[in-house]
């Protein structure tokens, strides 16, 4: 009896001991469900949409969580260590599939899942290629037999053209970036190809955890940054209130290829839809739990745009940067002072309801002026404006006098122009005294608060508005330090008559002061007294002639050049006729795209708003042009380094 109470309970004992070691077994398919892990790195905006996409990509082919399959969520929620326990936890034999979002994810679960013993489906990866698990660019289908995803290479070149659009002057961008995370990698090299097309610097900063990158964001800043770009990193991510805080106490903006970020300050935000893109990773999730074979399915890029826009967040920024009428028109979402709008939402431009009567004044023949006026007719035109629909023109041009400029603005007034468009510092001026109710834009001017229009670029008379067009005199400074260095002393003709010619000497000789550089000044207050004055200039032993731009000057620059060339002296200009004409350097503002810029004032007017509520303009856009015939006549090296730089070599 004894033996058999004692065989019993050893085999009792051993039943035990086999029930114990196979519970894990018995748990995990208890339900008899298909059991999928789903693996986040971190908790974001963007993976709460594609998680949504997915989840009704799932029901939509009968799988819901609880009915017919049993999804576990696991967030590592930014931290590396946990996402590798995490890996390692889901990929130990107990589901049927893991999904993973995030280059992190997808490596961490990768290299856990080895032996492709869990099938494997993947999505919010920006380049699958470089994130060292097995899959070539080359050969969609070359990639491991069980393991099947999405890239979504969010759109960086189109995010920073739209920056571009959004403000032309657009020279030097900030980016903070982990250099461990492969996404983000990939997305800066794309970054400085197309900063490198458009003439942009990239200004970089490594961050390696989410507490530095606000740090990291005013290091940016204080390296001339004028805007901050967010890519796809999840470091930065986590911590995209401290770049858009710093950002804005610095009173530049943030855009990104986050979207959501608009809610927290950016002004823009370029990326893919991802609630489609989790959609498609749950479709394909679905194909291959119903029997699909991963090993079959090519890796392929998916990224459907989505753009939100802040109108808010434009307001208080030192540059101007403005949302086109067309860019708003395709924005999903835009923000303003009264909420979130939808597309649907969003007011179409008003429409024309009379025959706008134009009146261009322009005080001479300038060739800028008459790139300024081109660029305004086909600003007008992209408007989707049409001259005898929505506008009627006149243009009246003085010839340089004074008499004839009061003249033609009285005109303008007796004909009951509906909208005035000034060329030049003296037309505003004279504007200025004569035009009380009826709108104006002013362009071609260097600085319309000099010349009386307002005390800053928002607080301004309450029927004038226009495009600021000063010239490039602190990037000049910077140039001949940087290329002509045993430049010392540098001269330059004023007229003291014209505010516009003030405001550019006094910006010119504070840059020069910083740079160590001696600025001599000659005034002229007539063309006839051009010639005398440059001789003046350059027997004072000046290196160079650095010539403001002015209206007396800008008539008379072949008597400028004569005088300089004859004394051996380069001359640096900044308008393209000038460079034309001879000036071995210049740095000029695109005069057409101040018009293009001035045409959008005109628009906005016309459908309706008051020119009181649009703050005044300015372009930054510099073209650099070397005159190689210019720099041989007087015996000047261009340095090679200049000239490879140049947006256009005359004479090579």
């Not at 995490?86 to 679960?109: E, N, P």
């Not at 300038?366 to 629909?389: D, I, N």
């Amino acid at each position: 009896m004894k033996r058999l109470w004692l065989g019993l309970f050893l085999i009792i004992a051993a039943s035990s001991v086999l029930l114990i070691s196979d519970w894990n077994q018995r748990v995990v398919h208890s339900s008899q469900l298909p059991r999928v892990a789903f693996v986040q790195h971190v908790s974001q905006k963007v993976f709460d949409d594609a998680i949504q996409g997915m989840n009704e990509a799932l029901a939509e082919e009968g799988l819901t969580d609880g009915q017919t399959i049993s999804l576990q969520k696991f967030n590592a929620e930014g931290d590396v260590g946990t996402g590798n326990t995490i890996a390692k936890q889901v990929s130990a034999g107990g589901y049927d599939m893991i999904i993973t979002m995030s280059t992190l994810s997808l490596q961490s679960v990768a290299n856990a899942n080895k032996d492709g013993k869990t099938k494997h489906v993947f999505g919010l990866v920006s380049d699958p290629s470089i994130a060292g698990v097995g899959i070539s660019k080359a050969n969609p289908l070359d990639h491991p037999k069980h393991l099947a995803g999405l890239g979504t290479m969010q759109p960086v070149e189109n995010a920073f053209r739209t920056a571009r659009r959004v403000f032309p002057g657009l020279k030097k961008v900030g980016v903070a970036w982990n250099a461990t995370e492969a996404n983000s990698e990939a997305t800066v090299k794309v970054a400085r190809a197309v900063s490198k097309e458009l003439g942009i610097e990239l200004i970089e900063t490594n961050v390696d955890s989410s507490p530095n990158v606000g740090q990291g964001a005013e290091a940016l800043i204080g390296r001339g940054a004028q805007a901050i770009w967010v890519g796809g990193d999840l470091t930065v991510m986590v911590a995209v209130d401290s770049v858009i805080g710093a950002a804005r106490r610095a009173h530049i903006p943030v855009f990104s290829n986050t979207p959501d970020f608009t809610k927290k300050g950016a002004i823009f935000d370029l990326g893919a839809n991802y609630y489609q893109v989790g959609h498609d990773v749950g479709k394909m999730a679905a194909s291959v739990l119903k029997g699909q074979d991963p090993a079959t399915i090519p890796i392929r890029n998916v990224v459907p745009e989505k753009l939100f826009l802040n109108r808010s967040a434009l307001r208080g920024l030192k540059d101007n940067w403005t949302f086109p009428e067309d860019l708003v028109a395709k924005a999903a979402i835009v923000i303003d002072d009264q909420g979130e709008h939808s597309r649907e939402q969003v007011p179409a431009p008003k429409a024309i309801t009379k025959l706008w009567k134009l009146r261009l004044v322009q005080l001479n023949n300038a060739a800028e002026v008459e790139e300024t006026e081109h660029g305004l007719r086909e600003g007008l035109l992209a408007q989707k404006l049409a001259e005898g629909r929505d506008y009627e023109f006149k243009v009246g041009n003085a010839q340089a006098d004074m008499a004839t400029l009061n003249t033609l603005v009285d005109a303008a007034l007796s004909e009951n122009a509906d909208l005035i468009v000034t060329f030049s510092t003296p037309t505003l001026q004279v504007a200025l005294r004569k035009v009380e109710k009826t709108p104006v834009v002013y362009t071609y001017v260097a600085t319309g608060l000099a010349a009386g229009v307002g005390r800053s670029r928002t607080d301004h008379r309450k029927n004038f508005t226009g495009v600021d067009v000063m010239g490039a005199y602190p990037e000049m400074v910077t140039l001949i330090k940087t290329h002509f260095p045993k430049i010392k002393r540098i001269g330059t003709l004023y007229s003291p008559a014209e505010a516009n010619m003030i405001a550019a000497l006094e910006l010119l000789q504070d840059a020069a002061k910083k740079a160590g550089i001696e600025v001599i000044g000659v005034p002229v207050n007539a063309s006839t007294e051009v010639s005398d004055a440059a001789l003046a200039l350059t027997a004072k032993g000046v290196d160079a002639i650095v010539q403001v731009a002015g209206n007396i000057t800008a008539i008379s620059f072949g008597t400028i050049l004569q005088a300089a060339n004859k004394a051996k002296v380069p001359t640096f200009a900044f308008t393209k006729p000038q460079a034309l004409a001879g000036a071995p350097v210049t740095l000029a503002r695109d005069y057409e795209e101040s018009g293009k810029l001035t045409a959008e004032l005109v628009a906005r007017i016309m459908r309706g708003e008051n020119p009181q509520s649009i703050p005044i303009q300015a372009l930054n856009v510099d073209h650099l042009m070397v005159n190689m015939e210019g720099a041989r006549a007087i015996g000047l090296n261009i340095p090679e380094a200049l000239a490879k730089r140049a947006d256009q070599v005359i004479g090579q």
